[in-house]
T-cell receptor
């Protein structure tokens, strides 16, 4: 069975602080994909990143960075110098074999001015 | 990039009526469509998976006679909530992928907020 755990339900930071959102996953598959999505108050899901299980290189995109560690089954997401516009719910998700996504419970991030 | 147009974005209906939600893929073939439901402050829960031209596969606990899914073409899938009740009020969102290309990306619709009164 697959499972994605986002232990942080809500996080509040002050603008310009760095924040890390945790994601731990469980799967018995050797081939799988991990995703991060942002869901602003309007509801649509904004794709942030996809990572396959064979690529453990960390990735940086602007203020966003991702740390994938298979040894601990974690795929954490860091926002550097957070901004108010980063306020949203962030979901980590797991997919195996081109099938449906299994989502974590989400982390509500609030960035205060 | 790939776009999925989902309509309506919000709908209010009376208890006992039916509501149809449409998802159209623009510029790509949605060989597979996933339908999710999200209750307030909760995660997205998969309701069903449909492949074009085939009957949808429903997740455990989802009533197939209540949530009718049609995926008759490669660009259109619909979800009909039949005899809606207040407990069906939720955010419904579709996700499409093009199975003809080697790409494990998903394109989500913008979601439909259903309120049953």
């Amino acid at each position: 069975a697959q499972k994605v755990t986002q232990a942080q339900t809500e996080i509040s930071v002050v603008e310009k602080e760095d924040v890390t959102l945790d994601c731990v996953y469980e799967t018995r598959d050797t081939t799988y994909y991990l995703f991060w999505y942002k869901q602003p108050p309007s509801g649509e899901l904004v794709f942030l990143i996809r990572r396959n299980s064979f690529d453990e290189q960390n990735e940086i995109s602007g203020r966003y960075s991702w740390n994938f560690q298979k040894s601990t089954s974690s795929f954490n997401f860091t926002i550097t110098a957070s901004q108010v516009v980063d306020s949203a719910v962030y979901f980590c998700a797991l997919m195996k074999s081109a099938r449906q996504l299994t989502f974590g419970s989400g982390t509500q991030l609030t960035v205060l001015p | 990039g790939a776009v999925v147009s989902q309509h309506p974005s919000w709908v209010i209906c009376k208890s006992g009526t039916s509501v149809k939600i449409e998802c159209r893929s623009l510029d790509f073939q949605a060989t597979t469509m996933f339908w999710y439901r999200q209750f307030p402050k909760q995660s997205l829960m998969l309701m069903a998976t449909s492949n074009e031209g085939s009957k949808a596969t429903y997740e455990q606990g989802v009533e197939k006679d209540k949530f009718l899914i049609n995926h008759a073409s490669l660009t259109l899938s619909t979800l009909t909530v039949t005899s809606a009740h207040p407990e069906d009020s939720s955010f419904y969102i579709c996700s499409a992928r093009d199975g003809t290309v080697r790409d494990y990306g998903y394109t989500f619709g913008s979601g439909t907020r259903l309120t049953v009164v």
